[in-house]
């Protein structure tokens, strides 16, 4: 019987260690162009979160939120590209997340991501650009 409280009494209480490093994870935004060569610059957060959201929704969300576990795969593919790990793949899936959710709500013809770590520097929050990618056509 100790043998078994022992085997289940790490899955009952998560272990502290369980993170090797507490970072920020970057963050994702995006602009539309119109080409490779529209240098507009209206960066926009990829699927922010909503301000506030109903206890109906909080409770259904407990059981089905696809969205929200891709946005957290997003967050992971993020994670990977700033620490130079996949990349290529990291990137791609990103980029074909983008073009579908932006497919349906821009005109525009091109896009562009980018990642950002906003981090507090004494009072102050400040933000560190460390990827931006190439323009990639919408449709």
Do not use: K
Not at 2 to 23: E, H, K, M, Y
Not at 31 to 55: A, K, M, S
């Amino acid at each position: 019987m100790l043998r078994t409280l022992q085997l289940i009494l790490p899955a009952l209480i998560p272990s502290w260690n369980f993170f090797d490093v507490i970072a920020p994870s970057p963050r994702i935004e995006y602009t539309t162009c119109n080409g490779p060569d529209d240098t507009r610059l209206d960066w926009q957060p990829f699927r922010p979160r909503p301000e506030q959201i109903t206890l109906t929704t909080m409770l259904r969300r407990l059981v089905w939120n696809p969205r929200w576990n891709e946005s957290l795969f997003l967050v992971s593919c993020a994670e990977r590209l700033s620490q130079d790990i996949t990349p290529d793949h990291s990137a791609r899936e990103i980029t074909t997340r983008l073009r579908r959710d932006l497919a349906l709500t821009t005109t525009a013809s091109h896009f562009r991501f980018r990642l950002v770590f906003i981090h507090r520097e004494g009072t102050e929050i400040t933000s560190e650009v460390i990827y931006i990618s190439a323009a990639e056509p919408i449709s």
